[in-house]
């Protein structure tokens, strides 16, 4: 008989079972690959060229929720649809809503401060806020020359943080007063240019505690994110991605040889992307 026929289930429940399996197989094939991506009219063309990078070596569906700095304009929302990505788009006064119920100005003064003023938190506060699941958010500063099948791996049984390894430690705060909060060591070199988090397990109230405290005995920092990160890490356990395939701040050497999975452009390695890396995907 015609394996046709077997699939329609001509001979009893038996065909019913394989079309079940291959839809299963088929199912666990095509589940997306989710990102999480804050993105503004600076650096929006960046973040194009990261997920095209990316899809250029995962045949899987991709998921990208973009989150709206305030300045994302109807124009890049129209260019971002066009990548080969299904794209979620979450606009500012969506944002401001979830922000407002999970962290009202009168409960965490601190933290609405620094969103406000500080940029970087938004990749922690407007996708995790008021929100549940586990999210990886990606930089837009970031070109991939592999596939990231870490990336999917902590997605499909997330624990913990998931973060990037940086080229040197910058947390912004003196290390001995992030252990104090920590209330442990902190791993080593932790960079935010990939994070994993699980929104349900943030205690939103201790990071404003945290943030408060910083201020208060050692100012603000630029890298106020990456130390909180850092801190959440303690807290919750930590997987952090292998340097040589995750590389924060290549060399010329890297940018030349294509190296690692990924690549993120931090500080003076934005010479390396301006000048030719992009034109890979362009």
């Not at 009893?12 to 993105?39: A, C, T, W, Y």
């Not at 990316?54 to 994302?72: A, E, I, M, N, Q």
């Not at 106020?224 to 292998?242: F, P, R, S």
């Amino acid at each position: 008989m015609e394996l046709a026929a077997w699939r329609l289930g001509a001979e009893g429940d038996f065909g019913i079972r394989i079309s079940e399996f291959e839809n299963k197989v088929s199912s666990k094939q095509e589940k997306p690959l989710e990102l999480h991506m804050v993105v503004g009219k600076r650096f929006w063309y960046m973040a194009a060229f990261a997920l095209v990078s990316l899809k250029k070596h995962f045949s899987s569906p991709v998921r990208v929720h973009f989150y709206s700095d305030g300045t994302l304009t109807a124009e890049h929302e129209k260019a971002l649809r066009q990548l080969p990505v299904e794209a979620v788009f979450h606009g500012k006064e969506k944002i401001m809503i979830r922000v407002e119920k999970c962290l009202p100005r009168e409960k965490y003064p601190t933290l609405r401060e620094r969103f406000d003023n500080y940029p970087n938190i938004q990749k922690l506060i407007s996708p995790h806020a008021a929100s549940q699941g586990a999210k990886v958010v990606l930089d837009a500063d970031v070109l991939f020359f592999g596939k990231p099948d870490e990336l999917y791996s902590w997605l499909e049984k997330p624990e913990g943080v998931l973060c990037a390894t940086d080229i040197t430690e910058s947390y912004g705060y003196t290390r001995g007063l992030l252990e104090k909060l920590a209330g442990g060591s902190l791993p080593q070199r932790v960079n935010v240019g990939v994070t994993g988090l699980i929104s349900e397990k943030i205690d939103w109230d201790h990071l404003e505690k945290w943030c408060a405290e910083l201020h208060d005995k050692e100012g603000t920092s630029y890298y106020l994110e990456q130390a909180l990160i850092a801190i959440l890490c303690v807290k919750n356990g930590w997987d952090q991605l292998a340097k040589k395939r995750y590389i924060t701040y290549p060399n010329e050497a890297d940018t030349c040889a294509r190296a690692g999975v990924m690549q993120h452009y931090v500080d003076l390695s934005k010479m390396q992307y301006f000048r030719e890396m992009w034109r890979d995907f362009a």
